[in-house]
């Protein structure tokens, strides 16, 4: 089992994570028509807002309570009923999603009270819109219980209870964070092409996949639509991916009896073959040519890469999830797993990563625990380290700020798999140390005649 060793120091150098309201907030963008609010003060918005902003090169809806030194003594109910009011006369939302943070959390309000008072105080006003609570104060967790959070309180809150008739053709799917826009799509395209009908919550491929509306929007625009969040309950089958999904699918199952089936990671053959013949057996269809030609392209692509990867030492840091995806695939490669970073000690999955230990810490941890090694696999602000360890850096998760398109890389499934063993072999190709003429030919410096006879070897 791996060793999971404990943050020791009192302070942060070059912070890993970020915060639950983030991941919250994050899943609150999945669906069509929302509008998530911070219930804090205007500074932790407007960090949080910075940050989707860099990351997706998009107009982020985010908005705040705005609490003030007042308001922090006094309570804030007040303010979040006014924002509230404010948000559903403005922009008319189909859902606010309402993180809370360290501000209210430390303080003690009663936040799910408080909304209960104002659902019923102004529920004329508040008609077509649903007022959804995740409890993420930003001192404890990161983005993955947020995102798990803000997605169990969506069943809680919004999905119809009880045993209903299923769709035999209806899936239900609940993507970990780490997911991009363009892995969501391709699992849509992949189950829809066994005659299947996904239902993703939350739907990030719809809202911030980069598109530009033909009108402004003032909420989001595309995602899960409330009506589908709804009726989850009439799907056949629940599929959650990634080990912090589990708590969502779990809330599913309980409220409305659909069975779920958990995907650790979708990356790498082996996976992606388990979700493959899943698909297969609840549709009652063989995989289409489509899919068998990408996993004949997949194996190819093992073969060729294999080269490239063996005798490899990988440094990750990276949420729980995401850093347990990542290092089975470059295990699979034949790649080593020399420094593992991870954000919390949460989630289950890291006595599940394949490394000696995993620590949890911050950049700074993973700069002195990654010297040596010959790629380092984390966000943008991991780049300050490999410029001082002179190696190599492959940008993956949230921010990545400094690159474009990080959305719209490809990193589950036969294709996505495949697409990451040649971004990776291609990094490794480039930062190749050319051999020097002494290592190609070891006789090289062997003594010439001439010196031979100028020796003093020579001479007696």
Same mark, same amino acid.
């Not at 924002?83 to 999603?97: E, F, H, Q, S, V």
């Given at each position: 089992?791996?060793?999971?060793?404990?943050?020791?120091?009192?302070?942060?150098?070059?912070?890993?994570?970020?915060?639950?309201?983030?991941?919250?907030?994050?899943?609150?963008?999945?669906?069509?028509?929302?509008?998530?609010?911070?219930?804090?003060?205007?500074?932790?918005?407007?960090?949080?807002?910075?940050?989707?902003?860099?990351?997706?090169?998009?107009?982020?809806?985010?908005?705040?309570?705005?609490?003030?030194?007042?308001?922090?003594?006094?309570?804030?109910?007040?303010?979040?009923? @006014?924002? $509230?009011?404010? *948000?559903?006369?403005?922009?008319?939302?189909?859902? =606010? %999603?309402?993180?809370?943070?360290?501000?209210? /959390?430390?303080?003690?309000?009663?936040?799910?009270?408080?909304?209960?008072?104002?659902?019923?105080?102004?529920?004329?006003?508040?008609?077509?819109?649903?007022?959804?609570?995740?409890?993420?104060?930003?001192?404890?967790?990161?983005?993955?219980?947020?995102?798990?959070?803000?997605?169990?309180?969506?069943?809680?809150?919004?999905?119809?209870?009880?045993?209903?008739?299923?769709?035999?053709?209806?899936?239900?799917?609940?993507?970990?964070?780490?997911?991009?826009?363009?892995?969501?799509?391709?699992?849509?395209?992949?189950?829809?092409?066994?005659?299947?009908?996904?239902?993703?919550?939350?739907?990030?491929?719809?809202?911030?996949?980069?598109?530009?509306?033909?009108?402004?929007?003032?909420?989001?625009?595309?995602?899960?639509?409330? @009506?589908? $969040?709804?009726? *989850?309950?009439?799907?056949?089958?629940?599929?959650? =991916? %990634?080990?912090?999904?589990?708590?969502?699918? /779990?809330?599913?199952?309980?409220?409305?009896?659909?069975?779920?089936?958990?995907?650790?990671?979708?990356?790498?053959?082996?996976?992606?073959?388990?979700?493959?013949?899943?698909?297969?057996?609840?549709?009652?269809?063989?995989?289409?040519?489509?899919?068998?030609?990408?996993?004949?392209?997949?194996?190819?692509?093992?073969?060729?890469?294999?080269?490239?990867?063996?005798?490899?030492?990988?440094?990750?840091?990276?949420?729980?999830?995401?850093?347990?995806?990542?290092?089975?695939?470059?295990?699979?490669?034949?790649?080593?797993?020399?420094?593992?970073?991870?954000?919390?000690?949460?989630?289950?999955?890291?006595?599940?990563?394949?490394?000696?230990?995993?620590?949890?810490?911050?950049?700074?941890?993973?700069?002195?625990?990654?010297?040596?090694?010959?790629?380092?696999?984390?966000?943008?602000?991991?780049?300050?380290?490999?410029?001082?360890?002179?190696?190599?850096?492959?940008?993956?998760?949230?921010?990545?700020?400094?690159?474009?398109?990080?959305?719209?890389?490809?990193?589950?499934?036969?294709?996505?798999?495949?697409?990451?063993?040649?971004?990776?072999?291609?990094?490794?190709?480039?930062?190749?140390?050319?051999?020097?003429?002494?290592?190609?030919?070891?006789?090289?410096?062997?003594?010439?005649?001439?010196?031979?006879?100028?020796?003093?070897?020579?001479?007696?």
């Amino acid at each position: 089992m791996t060793r999971i060793l404990s943050q020791t120091k009192s302070a942060a150098v070059n912070p890993l994570k970020s915060s639950q309201p983030l991941g919250a907030a994050l899943a609150f963008l999945g669906v069509d028509g929302a509008m998530p609010l911070f219930h804090g003060s205007q500074g932790c918005t407007s960090f949080a807002l910075v940050l989707f902003v860099r990351h997706f090169k998009e107009a982020i809806p985010l908005q705040t309570t705005a609490m003030d030194e007042v308001t922090t003594i006094l309570g804030g109910a007040d303010n979040l009923e @006014e924002a $509230i009011l404010n *948000l559903k006369a403005r922009t008319k939302p189909t859902l =606010i %999603g309402v993180c809370t943070t360290a501000l209210t /959390e430390t303080r003690g309000e009663d936040c799910a009270g408080d909304i209960a008072n104002i659902r019923l105080k102004r529920a004329e006003e508040l008609a077509g819109t649903e007022v959804v609570l995740a409890s993420t104060p930003d001192f404890d967790g990161a983005i993955e219980e947020g995102w798990a959070k803000a997605v169990t309180a969506m069943i809680e809150r919004i999905t119809r209870s009880g045993d209903q008739a299923r769709q035999s053709k209806k899936i239900a799917i609940l993507p970990g964070w780490h997911l991009t826009v363009a892995d969501i799509e391709h699992l849509r395209d992949t189950v829809e092409s066994f005659g299947l009908k996904p239902v993703i919550l939350p739907d990030v491929s719809g809202s911030l996949d980069g598109t530009v509306p033909d009108h402004w929007v003032t909420t989001t625009y595309g995602g899960t639509s409330v @009506e589908d $969040i709804r009726e *989850l309950g009439t799907a056949a089958q629940c599929i959650a =991916i %990634g080990e912090h999904m589990r708590g969502p699918a /779990e809330i599913l199952r309980r409220l409305t009896g659909v069975p779920y089936v958990l995907f650790h990671s979708l990356t790498g053959l082996k996976g992606a073959d388990r979700f493959v013949s899943l698909l297969s057996e609840i549709s009652g269809a063989a995989a289409p040519a489509e899919v068998r030609r990408r996993r004949a392209q997949l194996q190819d692509a093992l073969l060729d890469g294999h080269f490239h990867f063996g005798g490899k030492r990988v440094a990750i840091a990276a949420e729980p999830d995401q850093l347990y995806q990542l290092a089975t695939f470059f295990i699979s490669m034949g790649s080593e797993i020399a420094a593992a970073v991870a954000t919390t000690d949460m989630s289950k999955i890291l006595e599940e990563v394949p490394a000696e230990s995993v620590q949890i810490g911050d950049l700074g941890d993973f700069e002195a625990l990654a010297a040596g090694a010959d790629l380092l696999v984390t966000h943008s602000h991991g780049r300050q380290a490999a410029q001082r360890l002179g190696i190599p850096l492959m940008r993956v998760g949230f921010p990545v700020f400094d690159r474009l398109g990080s959305q719209h890389k490809l990193t589950i499934l036969y294709q996505g798999t495949r697409d990451l063993i040649f971004e990776v072999a291609n990094i490794f190709q480039a930062n190749q140390l050319a051999p020097t003429p002494e290592a190609l030919d070891p006789l090289r410096k062997r003594e010439t005649p001439d010196a031979f006879h100028s020796s003093p070897l020579a001479r007696h």
